[in-house]
């Protein structure tokens, strides 16, 4: 009798998606009297948080990443399955894989967001957004190999094309790219070049509304503005970007036109949906938001299928507060973890409340030593903020199997300014370094694409 | 005046290449009244004997390689330039990269050596070798994948074929490949797994010669053999491989032809000389040996070109025991730092020795705590050689930024059996999992090769 038919008569729960969401529904279930079956089309669970860190050379991979299995795999009522679902179908109950089909009693899906160029999908292969590991080590290269080639080229004007950087999107990643490149390009590495002088590298910041953090208070807003600036970072506000191509950002600003010649240009400004979003509303009648997220009922499940929950960033949870919850990874937790418990309460035939998320606050970092902090409470800026930030993520680090490793490189990268991740992989090819660098994606089919990006 | 020109009266070394004998060379020279110039394609210094352990998912990237610049490019006369080197015209004393040209007085070339298939290069898709960081991501990503192909897979066939490890070569990186793996499969992942036994997992070590590590003396090679069986690795011997395809490998034993059904084909059976060997060739009338490799003078130059050195394992020197040095790490930078003394010498118009090597001996590690060594006045094996193979790279990653780290990493690895790095990257796109992530290379050109490699 194989494990999977020993399990056969506990209620089935499939989760699809291993982020935040996804895991902690899992984590949550590893004790109970259900089977789980874990899908993810990556065999590591992300630790985005910390992502923009990898981006900008302080972490390596490894140190955000954890094995699915390792985290809930070794459950014994628990399978972690690396494929990707492409369809379900509620009738059946059943869940369509690229590589086989599972059957549910609750499903649970929890497949995120991806980034949102309003219209303007093209302008990904020269403004790439930070969502996956893959994202980070191209961002890092683009990064790095700016100043590499600016050392290189004699025009005055190319080095500053190259040692411009440009964030599209004031909210917390843009903030904390920001901040980050700022403090490479002006602190970390300004005695690595001969030819050029990187501290008069230009890093701006851009925003459509009238300040950064716009979900934050005021007066944070204002602080996190002025530490940007400190740093070195230029910020335009109520600014609409209007086109991006390789090297040049058109924005509007009332009125007025404005370009900026920038061969780094990073976006930071909207998610949208994850693919498997119009499937889920195709296939349920859910209703979805702009962002093409799935509403989902006070108990999170979605209307009319009281057994298939949506959690994390795809969830639009609006029964509270009459606005969505934002898409941060608390809210993501609280989710994963309220459905788990919900599932078993089913079982047992009791009852539980409706979700509610209490906020335990907001936070952005700002460079090596200042963060912004609306912890509801209290508001904190500066060193304070930072080390309130520092300790949150290290607790929930906790919970994988990296936080002594990341405790330790951070303390290393603090007195030594990062120097270990700052590395430019990715094959150098015959080709020209800079075409070949950041110019691949003009020329090529969408199918050839799939394999660069492979 | 440009820094650039305040350097211009002194001798200008040209060095192509940052492993360990250009490096050697660059860090010899950073005090010496000389400009330097280290070209490289990448922007860091691999630290090569280490490869194996990113590959095998012990350590990260970052802990293996450290930036060119942070090493010698804050040296006030060396110059680092990341480009590639595409020509030299000994005439002109000119090096021509893709993206400029530059002069030398002095020109020294470390660019190595890459896998050799010995006339079939298009086994190189099914059966990758381990030369770079992209080649060690590779190949992590097809040992750990192939783990989950099995655990999905319902025939037993293929479950076995997935779990079936073959490694061509028993020289020290098949030695080092095929222990590793052997810990992952037989101890490390037992658990992480509900429908294939991991610990029944074959792992299958090839060699030509009649016996594993074939330039170790004989009692050591066979203390790496019984280690290597002790955990678990077939050893087999006096066999040559005829061909290989996705999921087959022929060999033949004697007269008997033989057939080995693996999913995992790994190559450390031979190398070639880098792409430019043939450019110097041509250019400075060199001969070379067979595996393409410069024939140097007793001093490294080339012959009638006495301010051109070849370092590394890029030259064939041939002026010590009648036979070539092997192409090691320590005698890599015994070069490089001699061609250093000897153009400061030069330029006083001294005349030093030739050059000799004083071998320190060489190690093998086999799984996580055995190691062969032969130091030349002992001969080690087990535990003890293990030690000595622990403190000689910790020693010799001194000279960089990140031993701390990497020594932290080893013991965190030891006690924990290496959970960190596990980690499968490269986008997983929209196609079939399996052939998206093994068979790409099959139905694209070369031109799209190159894309993919990026």
New interface residues.
Partial sequence: M???EKRSSLPHVVIVGGGFAGLYAAKELGNAPVKVTLID????HLFQPLLYQVATGSL????I???L??IV??NKNT?V????VVDINPEQKQVIM???VVNYDYLVIGTGVSHHYFGNDHWEQDAPGLK???NA?DIRRRI??AF?EA??LSSPQEKQEWLTFAIVGGGPTGVELAGAIAEIAHKS?K?????IDTTKARIVLIEGMNRVLPPYPEDLSAKAQASLEELGVEVLTNRMVTNIDKNTLNIRHGEQEETIKARTILWAAGVKASGLSEIIADRTSAETDRAGRIMVEPDLSIKNHPNIFVVGDLAHFAHQDNKPLPGIAPVAMEEGRYVAGLIVAKEKGRQIESFSYVDKGSLAVIGNNHAVANLGFVKLSGISAWLVWVFAHIYYLIEF??K??VM??WG?NYF?RG????????????????S??FN?GNS?SNS?K?????
Same sequence: chains 1, 2.
């Fill in positions: 194989s494990n999977l089309k990556r065999n590591f390596s991979p490894a140190e990443c954890s094995p299995r390792l795999g070794r399978h399955v690396l494929d990707e690229r590589e086989g996956s590991i893959e080590l790095f190999l590499e050392e290189k590495i005695k690595d070049f001969k030819e199997d990296n002594l490793l330790l490189q290393w030594t120097r270990g991740a700052r590395l430019i992989t990715g094959e150098i090819s015959e080709k020209n370094l800079v070949q660098s691949h090529v050839e799939e394999l660069i990006k492979s």
